[in-house]
């Protein structure tokens, strides 16, 4: 059974890029009927912290792709050294006792060309290595990587195709640091055989990694998994989308504090690197779940758009308008309230239900909803300008004059789209004005605005009182 995993580690908020690739797993898994698996990789306690281990669990719950099965590594340290010291015990990794501070123990991934920082120590005896270490020694436990033989190491990458480095180019690298605490290389792998994971999904940052943990997996022993690095996310700029750089632009949490649904953001996001074969846009999550294959992952760079005034992408704003025109009005309602409320407007579910089919080919974010539908809330109407209740071609005794017929009709009328839409018709013929010129003026003081739902619904939803109410206050404007 296919088995992949999401390993996040707890250092910061959920990356857009870390989104994708638990994503893409996620997709990978139900599409083959697998696990997905979440592993919180948390052993490297000085950076760890609460507050980034939250917001990841807030961003994956808010995508609403739940996994099968959850670790923490913190948890597995046990094993991590268990197997270290299987690979000690088999000749192919040695104590390096040489010191050094805990920055130095893992060289970054940009130093160039093999690095022992001790060459020495790869001779010391057995003997005395197991004398030192029984002594107290603190040590660095590096794996040996084989030298002077010649051989190449090929990592069979299920999107890039076979990628090969010497084995003599890579450095001696730590497995334990001079702390006792695993390093990333020996716990990840540690985890991935032990939990059997059968397909590795991540980015492409990675593949340098993969050469290493190769080298793990045939010294315990393990059948490789197989690898699919992924194409980087970057900026407009052409640089990698980073936190450090582009801050909370690449947060999921901006995402959904913005008001886009869940599963648009699933959508745009799946999008950033793969596309189906018949480049569908928008997709339900069955039809991603369907469509989706490694051979559909490219090969290039992805990039998301944004600049300094505006954080989303176009792209993923469209297809979140998309998504909110197909959402079940109960389900919509749900999503706009807390937007609603976060704004101030005192809504309510049963309004909302009333209001979400008039606004829901009008907003993109679901935070529209204080921009597009405060006045279905609000007792009073926020200030504006009274040129705004004449119609076009007519004046402002034409507005008083349609008003006025508005507030008899209104009084009477049936308070249903069907005799709304009669009775105010009626009433523009009875004045001898076009329908448009009836209309507008009754808009614009029902709502404040000239932009606004439909007519006949939105008065209907408002109410005869409140639309009466309102009538009046746009009157005594006209006469001020």
């Known amino acids: 059974m296919t088995r992949v995993r ?21 997709l990978f898994a139900r599409r083959s009927g697998g696990t997905m698996i979440l592993r919180i990789d948390d052993t490297d306690v000085e950076r760890n912290t609460q507050a980034s281990l939250d917001s ?34 088999k000749g ?37 290595s ?24 090929v990592v069979d990458d299920l999107v890039y195709g076979p990628v090969t480095k010497a084995a003599d180019d890579i450095e001696d690298f730590a497995l334990l640091r001079s702390t006792g605490v695993p390093t990333y290389h020996m716990a990840s792998c540690a985890d991935d055989a032990d939990l059997k994971i059968t397909h590795i999904l991540r980015g492409q940052e990675h593949l340098a990694n993969t050469f290493k943990h190769i080298l793990i997996f045939e010294a315990l022993g393990f059948s490789l998994p197989k690898f699919a690095h992924l194409p980087l996310l970057i900026a407009p700029d052409g640089s990698k989308l980073s936190k450090r750089k582009h801050g909370p632009v690449v947060s999921v949490t901006t995402y959904a504090q913005a008001g886009f649904l869940p599963h648009a953001f699933v959508n745009f996001v799946s999008l950033r690197g ?18 989706f294959s490694l051979e559909g992952i490219h090969h290039s760079n992805a990039m998301v758009n944004f600049t300094e005034d505006d954080p989303f ?39 909302m239900r009333r209001v979400a089919p008039l606004i829901r080919e009008r907003i993109k974010l679901l935070r529209d909803v204080a921009r597009v539908a405060d006045f279905f809330f609000l ?30 009709i209104l009084s009477v009328a049936e308070f249903t789209h069907a005799g709304l839409d009669s009775a105010l018709r009626a009433g523009a013929a009875e004045v001898k004005i076009k329908a ?29 009182e409140t639309c009466l109410k309102r009538i009046g206050r746009a009157l005594q404007m006209l006469s001020a």
Request: aromatic share 10%; with cysteine; hydrophobic share 40%.
């Open 313 to 351: 992408d176009p792209k993923a704003v469209w297809l979140n308008a998309e998504h909110i025109k197909q959402t079940p009005i109960e389900e919509l309602a749900e999503r706009l309230l807390p937007f609603a409320s976060a704004a101030g407007l005192p809504a309510d579910l049963c309004r």
């Open 274 to 291: 793969w596309s189906p074969k018949d480049d569908r846009e928008v997709m339900s999550r069955q039809e991603m779940i369907e469509t």
């Open 130 to 153: 197991d004398r030192r270490a029984a002594a107290g020694e603190a040590f660095v436990l590096r794996y040996k990587v084989p030298r002077g033989v010649g051989r190449d190491l």
């Open 436 to 464: 448009g010129q009836m209309f507008q003026p009754i808009r614009v003081a029902a709502c404040g605005r000239k932009e606004a739902p439909p007519l006949f619904e939105t008065l209907e939803v408002l109410g005869r």
């Open 92 to 128: 192919l990794a040695y104590r390096d006792f040489t010191p050094a501070s805990p920055a130095q123990e893992e060289p970054s991934n940009a130093t160039a060309g093999p690095w022992l920082f001790n060459a020495g120590m790869r001779d010391v005896s057995k003997e005395e």
């Open 56 to 89: 990841i669990f807030d961003g994956l719950r808010w995508l609403d792709l739940p996994w099968d099965e959850e670790y923490r590594q913190s948890d597995r340290v046990g094993l991590h050294h268990r197997m270290a010291e299987e690979i000690l015990a």
């Open 6 to 26: 999401f390993a996040p580690s707890p250092t910061g908020y959920l990356h857009i890029g870390g989104a994708r690739t638990f994503i893409f797993n996620w």
């Open 379 to 408: 007792e009073e109407l926020a200030p504006y300008d009274p040129a705004e209740l004449i119609p076009q071609k007519g004046d402002a005794a034409m507005a008083k004059l349609v008003l006025e017929r508005a507030q008899e």
